[in-house]
């Protein structure tokens, strides 16, 4: 208790007012912290995709960039990819899509927010057979699991975190909210 009012006392001190609300708003359980907007998520993707999967002597599998989806009612993203199929087990290249969800979780260790927690739905090509639809769908759960887990969302700089390692806070809880993330801050460990 008091190294929590003396942190608080600290940042007053320093003029931090936005660091002291974080705080005091971890403290009271309110949803406050450090906001990343949904564009800075979606920007952060841009540069990471599209990725290539190849499915050796059968095709390849071309993931676009995910469109993401906010679903704070379940502290979730949801994210749509466009999938280009094409190879030897295809007459042409195929357009499809599927859609993932999946938790977040914060990495210490690089500061950053990864995708944790991935739940697949069905992979869609409306315009190949059912039973081809079926192969792909076999390999559709690892590809997503490839293309999105630990897919890296957002990085807080050191900057970013310089007050609150200097009064002894870390990032915490990560809530989806309907405007992007909030990332909680919380008093380390001793």
Known sequence: MHRRRFSTALLFMLG????VVLAQGEEAGSATGIPVPESLLQ?????????RYPVPGLLNLD??????RL????????????????????????????????ALRYEASDRTVRAHRLRM?????????????DLLNTYA?????????????HQLSPKDLALADAVGMQPSSI?????????????KPL
């Open 121 to 133: 739905n069905r992979l869609r090509f409306p315009t190949l057979q059912p039973g081809v639809v």
């Open 141 to 153: 759960p690892a590809l997503a699991e490839q293309s999105l887990l630990e897919v890296v969302l």
């Open 71 to 102: 679903l704070p009612e379940q502290n979730r993203l949801g994210a749509q990819m466009q999938v280009l199929a094409a190879g030897p087990a295809l007459n042409r290249s195929h357009e499809g899509s599927f859609e993932v969800d999946f």
């Open 63 to 68: 993931v676009q960039v995910p469109r993401l």
């Open 175 to 187: 809530t989806v909210t309907e405007s992007g993330l909030r990332i909680g801050l919380a008093l």
């Open 43 to 51: 920007q952060s993707l841009r540069q990471r995709f599209p990725l």
């Open 16 to 19: 931090a007012t936005p660091l």
